[in-house]
């Protein structure tokens, strides 16, 4: 039942959100340039590596650079990027990982190979399911970024204290067991948060 949920709602999601997609795409290319898309290896069900795709919000690292997450560095955050990331607008590309079946609607959100390799018996509860673009976590900590640039060690603090706090939501919502009654609440709730509900 999850899976054709998340089918038929990716779906309909990017059959509706068609137009936005190529406006936004359009935007990124006239202001910014190519790559329109940002793809990022991240950590997936049963530990398994997949490519998670958004819209591009960063200029491209410098030759030599990772180019990676780094915890509270918007520093190469575009100015088109900074009203992606507000919205959330940037994450909608993740409808084409629900489709390939590598994430779900709801769900753990999937860490870069770095964090998912701390605290790693936490992880294999999470890695039980697929993640998804939405869960908990990603409403509790949903101004992440400025709670990180504001620290004096954004790595320390996202380490410490903001990864244990997500792994506790996503235990709880593993061993709860994802239902769609549940599920359709936790999008609900995103929207309102997006919104500033």
């Known amino acids: 039942m999850k899976r054709a949920f998340d089918l038929g709602a990716s779906g309909l ?15 990124i290319f006239l202001s910014d340039g ?43 955050v575009t100015s088109f990027g900074r009203f992606l990331r507000r919205t959330k607008i940037d994450e909608w590309p993740q409808l084409f990982n629900v489709m390939k079946g590598d994430m779900s609607i709801v769900g753990p959100r999937p860490e870069v190979p770095k964090w ?19 869960d ?25 204290e903001i990864l244990p706090r997500k792994l506790d939501l996503y235990e709880r919502y593993v061993e709860n067991g994802p239902g769609l009654r549940h599920d359709l609440g936790l999008i609900l709730k995103t929207i309102a948060a997006v919104l500033g509900f």
């Open 13 to 27: 999601g990017l059959l509706f959100l068609s137009p936005v997609f190529l406006l936004v795409a359009v935007l």
């Open 34 to 76: 190519r790559p329109v898309f940002f793809r990022q290896t991240r950590v997936g069900r049963a530990g398994r590596p997949f490519s998670l795709i958004k819209f591009r919000t960063m200029i491209p690292a410098p030759a030599g650079e990772g180019g990676g997450f780094e915890p509270g560095d918007s520093r190469r």
């Open 116 to 134: 998912a390799a701390v605290y790693p018996q936490r992880w294999a509860v999470v890695h039980r399911v697929k993640p998804g673009i939405t």
């Open 136 to 160: 908990p976590a990603s409403i509790v900590y949903r101004n992440e970024e400025e709670l990180l640039a504001s620290a004096a060690d954004p790595e320390a603090v996202y380490r410490n």
